[in-house]
């Protein structure tokens, strides 16, 4: 199994959206998220997104970097948190300067969702998914 996992500051949009992806297309992988200042919730326009493609986000819960898995991983992924991610040990770090949708309409939170759709997809296939 891969381990897998994705930060951004509040764990609540880009990187639960993301975990959730991974397990949805993935297969031998073990998907992760976490936030370096995380909100203790999930966004409830994150929930309402991903229940539009049948995954309940819901069951998702905001943690941070000290509530995940020691590494290795596979991949870290960081989702444009800048310096607020520290250092977590993994074959391959990668950042997704992706916008927070925190504050984004309904439409424009979508165009988000999809963007970490398809960067989700495009890692899993790196990784030989």
Same mark, same amino acid.
């Given at each position: 199994m891969?381990?897998?996992?994705f930060v951004?500051?509040?764990?609540?949009?880009?990187?639960?959206?993301?975990?959730?992806?991974?397990?949805?297309?993935?297969?031998?992988?073990?998907? /992760?998220?976490?936030?370096?200042?995380?909100?203790?919730?999930?966004?409830?326009?994150?929930?309402?997104?991903?229940?539009?493609l049948?995954?309940?986000?819901?069951v998702?819960?905001?943690?941070?970097?000290?509530?995940?898995?020691?590494?290795? /991983?596979? /991949? !870290?992924?960081?989702?444009?948190?800048?310096?607020?991610?520290?250092?977590?040990?993994?074959?391959?770090?990668?950042?997704?300067?992706?916008?927070?949708?925190k504050?984004?309409e309904?439409?424009?939170?979508?165009?988000?969702r999809?963007?970490?759709?398809?960067? !989700?997809?495009?890692?899993?296939?790196?990784?030989?998914?």
């Amino acid at each position: 199994m891969k381990k897998l996992l994705f930060v951004c500051i509040e764990n609540s949009n880009r990187s639960q959206m993301a975990q959730a992806f991974a397990r949805i297309h993935g297969k031998n992988i073990e998907a /992760y998220s976490a936030g370096s200042r995380p909100s203790g919730k999930v966004n409830p326009k994150a929930i309402e997104a991903m229940k539009e493609l049948n995954y309940d986000l819901s069951v998702h819960t905001s943690k941070s970097l000290e509530d995940i898995p020691a590494g290795p /991983y596979e /991949y !870290v992924v960081t989702m444009g948190c800048g310096d607020e991610c520290p250092w977590i040990p993994a074959k391959e770090h990668i950042d997704w300067d992706i916008p927070d949708p925190k504050n984004l309409e309904r439409e424009e939170f979508r165009k988000v969702r999809d963007l970490i759709e398809a960067k !989700v997809v495009e890692l899993l296939k790196r990784a030989g998914e």
